[in-house]
């Protein structure tokens, strides 16, 4: 027993050192096989997570179940939220509710919050507030933060228990001082309202500014929706918005609501209803319900007449914050094919503009990329006023991946030279698929050129943001034809960074849909990314229900079918691949047979037939 102990030591030694690039999972495993709980936990949470092993959610869940089985209170209550979800696991509700309660008996109180949750929302037992909020109340009494925000919720909505103001916002203040941000958020609720306590809009500031400068990003919607108001502190519509679409990029639905408004109503930003209704759109798509029935009205409001004259001449590119000027800022209109940048005092000089609605994007190194319409005519000249982008390192480098095809934009273009020319180092050659990636770019101005025998040899600026990594698209034609601009398609997407997409995309074999491709090929459904693949066909699922198959005709004559996994969870083999609606869907990856990346070859079916990964949205 002894020695256990000591092992165990050692163990959680290494855990703690995050210079290590690589575990020794053979010792880790070793030793939760003999038994140590704590191995087994710390095992389990690297597949999880997947930084220093590859990710598998699966294994995980074995190594959590093994954990505790041995007697870690703390791993049953994992297991229970995998079970919950799905995750690693068949969907077990019952299940679910068991280990939690295991949990909870031995007194580990995140798994009391979370029977309570299943108690509250009627997720495997019958809804009962009444047990949640004891349940909530003994994760709070036992000194789980989140607990008292849970059973503060539960006390100021009066759900099983008598509405209690008062002892709400206690609760809500002790989950914010040991540090629940979602407690300071609504301990701020409350002081900005003036329930169960005195109204105190600069103590409520202070807390939701507490929040957001910590990431949590309730905590800057409020604090935009107090700059919006007034409320406390001086109006800042500018302000306000910036703070909407921070918490809406980083993925708060409710900021993404808020800012659709603020585009609605013209209210700190040019009233612009089409990017409104994108606002809504992803409000909808996060969630929230108010976001799904804005979208009606919007899109009503979308035609208006324009009787102006006027026609824009030049534009003006400005920090948000000073107004100085922002020069070598990208000014692009990509359905007119033009792009310019912008001078020394930020402006730009704007060709002769067809009749219409122009969108307009703009970037700059340090800035977020900003989007808007130009109307012609009916406008003057226009301003441009871009935010600051939030990251750790102004000076660190970015990445650039993308893809090379032909003037269809359809096959891609192999062993073109791909060369960043006002730079020293930069340069690569595509790959089979026409994919590339070029590592360690300096941020700033870059001119990337694309050369290939038999083709017009092409060179366009982007930019490289720091610390981050851009997708592009580019077309080569065999004749000197006018072609649309190098576009940069997305960001890069951090899910799919972190599993391994873009790599994937460079360095194997197989058929890849990336978010641009959704965008343009647009499929009504799932299946529809099968007749872009070659050697693979659909057979089945004609009818409701029928059981749907992905089939490979490289093997076997007859075809064999390939396994299904959505954000690395296995599906079963009747599964249906157009369950899940396309507009929810970040990617997809085909592989077949020999083809299938190392990492994934274990997963694939004993025939190794191939395997299909959909990566969704909300895994995102």
């Given at each position: 027993?002894?020695?256990?102990?000591?092992?165990?030591?050692?163990?959680?030694?290494?855990?703690?050192?995050?210079?290590?690039?690589?575990?020794?999972?053979?010792l880790?495993?070793?030793?939760?096989?003999?038994?140590d709980?704590?191995?087994c936990?710390?095992?389990?949470?690297?597949?999880?997570?997947?930084?220093?092993?590859?990710?598998?959610?699966?294994?995980?869940?074995?190594?959590?179940?093994?954990?505790?089985?041995?007697?870690?209170?703390?791993?049953?209550?994992?297991?229970?939220?995998?079970?919950?979800?799905?995750?690693?696991?068949?969907?077990?509700?019952?299940?679910?509710?068991?280990?939690h309660?295991?949990?909870?008996?031995?007194?580990?109180?995140?798994?009391?919050?979370?029977?309570?949750?299943?108690?509250?929302?009627?997720?495997?037992?019958?809804?009962?507030?009444?047990?949640?909020?004891?349940?909530?109340?003994?994760?709070?009494?036992?000194n789980?933060?989140?607990?008292?925000?849970?059973?503060?919720?539960?006390?100021?909505?009066?759900?099983?228990?008598?509405?209690?103001?008062?002892?709400?916002?206690?609760?809500?203040?002790?989950?914010?001082?040991?540090?629940?941000?979602?407690?300071?958020?609504?301990?701020?609720?409350?002081?900005?309202?003036?329930?169960?306590?005195?109204?105190?809009?600069?103590?409520?500031?202070?807390?939701?500014?507490?929040?957001?400068?910590?990431?949590?990003?309730?905590?800057?919607?409020?604090l935009g929706?107090?700059?919006?108001?007034?409320?406390?502190?001086?109006?800042?519509?500018r302000?306000?918005?910036?703070?909407?679409?921070?918490?809406?990029?980083?993925?708060?639905?409710?900021?993404?609501?808020?800012?659709?408004?603020?585009?609605?109503?013209?209210?700190?930003?040019?009233?612009?209803?089409?990017?409104?209704?994108?606002?809504?759109?992803?409000?909808?798509?996060?969630?929230?319900?108010?976001?799904?029935?804005?979208?009606?009205?919007?899109?009503?409001?979308?035609?208006?007449?324009?009787?102006?004259?006027?026609?824009?001449?030049?534009?003006r590119?400005?920090?948000?914050?000073?107004?100085?000027?922002?020069?070598?800022?990208?000014?692009?209109?990509?359905?007119?094919?033009?792009?310019?940048?912008s001078?020394?005092?930020?402006?730009?000089?704007?060709?002769?503009?067809?009749?219409?609605?122009h969108?307009?994007r703009?970037?700059?190194?340090?800035?977020?990329?900003?989007?808007?319409?130009?109307?012609?005519?009916?406008?003057?000249?226009?301003?441009?006023?871009?935010?600051?982008?939030?990251?750790a390192?102004?000076?660190?480098?970015g990445?650039?991946?993308?893809?090379?095809?032909?003037?269809?934009?359809?096959?891609?273009?192999?062993?073109?030279?791909?060369n960043?020319?006002?730079?020293?180092?930069?340069?690569?050659?595509?790959?089979?698929?026409?994919?590339?990636?070029?590592?360690?770019?300096?941020p700033?101005?870059?001119?990337?050129?694309f050369?290939?025998?038999?083709?017009?040899?092409?060179?366009?600026?982007?930019?490289?943001?720091?610390?981050?990594?851009?997708?592009?698209?580019?077309?080569?034609?065999?004749?000197?034809?006018?072609?649309?601009?190098?576009r940069?398609?997305?960001?890069?997407?951090?899910?799919?960074e972190?599993?391994?997409?873009?790599?994937?995309?460079?360095?194997?074999?197989?058929?890849?849909?990336?978010?641009?491709?959704?965008?343009r090929?647009?499929?009504?459904?799932?299946?529809?990314?099968?007749?872009?693949?070659?050697?693979?066909?659909?057979?089945?699922?004609?009818?409701?229900?029928?059981?749907?198959?992905?089939?490979?005709?490289?093997?076997?004559?007859?075809?064999?079918?390939?396994?299904?996994?959505?954000?690395?969870?296995?599906?079963?083999?009747?599964?249906?691949?157009?369950?899940?609606?396309?507009?929810?869907?970040?990617?997809?990856?085909?592989?077949?047979?020999?083809?299938?990346?190392?990492?994934?070859?274990?997963?694939?079916?004993?025939?190794?037939?191939?395997?299909v990964?959909?990566?969704?949205?909300?895994?995102?």
């Amino acid at each position: 027993m002894k020695t256990q102990a000591a092992l165990a030591l050692t163990l959680l030694a290494l855990w703690a050192t995050p210079a290590a690039a690589q575990i020794n999972v053979d010792l880790y495993q070793g030793a939760c096989d003999d038994g140590d709980a704590s191995a087994c936990g710390v095992l389990g949470l690297e597949f999880e997570v997947g930084e220093r092993v590859p990710r598998d959610i699966a294994r995980a869940a074995g190594l959590y179940g093994q954990a505790c089985e041995l007697g870690d209170m703390e791993a049953c209550t994992i297991l229970g939220s995998l079970y919950h979800t799905g995750q690693g696991v068949t969907r077990d509700l019952a299940r679910a509710v068991s280990l939690h309660e295991r949990a909870c008996d031995g007194g580990e109180m995140m798994g009391c919050e979370s029977l309570g949750r299943m108690h509250e929302t009627g997720s495997g037992v019958l809804q009962d507030y009444g047990r949640a909020a004891a349940l909530y109340r003994q994760a709070c009494e036992g000194n789980l933060p989140s607990g008292c925000n849970s059973f503060g919720m539960i006390l100021q909505q009066g759900l099983g228990v008598e509405p209690n103001p008062e002892s709400a916002l206690e609760r809500f203040a002790e989950a914010c001082d040991a540090g629940n941000l979602e407690g300071c958020v609504n301990l701020g609720v409350g002081y900005e309202r003036g329930e169960g306590i005195g109204q105190d809009p600069e103590a409520a500031y202070a807390l939701y500014e507490y929040a957001c400068d910590n990431a949590e990003m309730l905590g800057c919607v409020n604090l935009g929706s107090l700059h919006r108001t007034g409320t406390g502190v001086p109006q800042d519509l500018r302000l306000a918005v910036s703070l909407y679409r921070r918490a809406c990029d980083q993925g708060e639905p409710l900021g993404c609501f808020n800012l659709g408004v603020s585009y609605e109503g013209g209210v700190g930003v040019p009233q612009d209803v089409v990017t409104a209704i994108s606002q809504f759109q992803r409000a909808c798509a996060g969630g929230l319900t108010i976001g799904c029935e804005r979208l009606p009205t919007a899109a009503r409001e979308q035609s208006e007449p324009v009787d102006s004259s006027v026609v824009a001449t030049f534009g003006r590119v400005a920090d948000a914050e000073t107004e100085e000027p922002v020069r070598d800022a990208i000014i692009d209109m990509p359905e007119l094919g033009i792009r310019l940048l912008s001078d020394a005092n930020g402006l730009v000089d704007l060709p002769d503009l067809p009749t219409g609605r122009h969108l307009i994007r703009a970037e700059a190194v340090g800035y977020a990329v900003t989007e808007g319409y130009l109307r012609v005519p009916g406008e003057a000249d226009f301003l441009v006023l871009l935010e600051h982008d939030l990251v750790a390192d102004p000076g660190a480098p970015g990445r650039i991946v993308g893809r090379v095809t032909d003037e269809t934009g359809e096959v891609g273009l192999s062993d073109v030279d791909i060369n960043i020319i006002n730079r020293l180092t930069g340069r690569t050659i595509s790959n089979q698929q026409g994919r590339f990636g070029l590592e360690s770019i300096a941020p700033g101005l870059a001119e990337i050129r694309f050369q290939r025998i038999g083709y017009e040899p092409r060179t366009e600026t982007i930019i490289i943001q720091p610390g981050r990594t851009i997708e592009i698209a580019a077309m080569m034609s065999t004749d000197p034809i006018p072609l649309e601009p190098i576009r940069v398609v997305a960001v890069r997407s951090e899910y799919l960074e972190r599993n391994g997409f873009y790599d994937r995309a460079i360095r194997t074999w197989g058929t890849q849909f990336s978010p641009a491709d959704l965008q343009r090929l647009l499929p009504t459904q799932l299946s529809d990314l099968i007749y872009y693949t070659p050697g693979v066909v659909i057979e089945g699922g004609n009818l409701p229900g029928a059981p749907q198959k992905v089939m490979s005709r490289r093997r076997y004559g007859a075809g064999c079918q390939l396994d299904i996994y959505v954000d690395q969870v296995r599906q079963p083999p009747e599964y249906n691949l157009n369950e899940i609606p396309p507009m929810q869907v970040e990617a997809v990856e085909i592989f077949q047979g020999l083809d299938v990346p190392i990492q994934f070859q274990r997963r694939s079916s004993e025939t190794g037939c191939g395997i299909v990964l959909v990566w969704t949205k909300r895994g995102a």
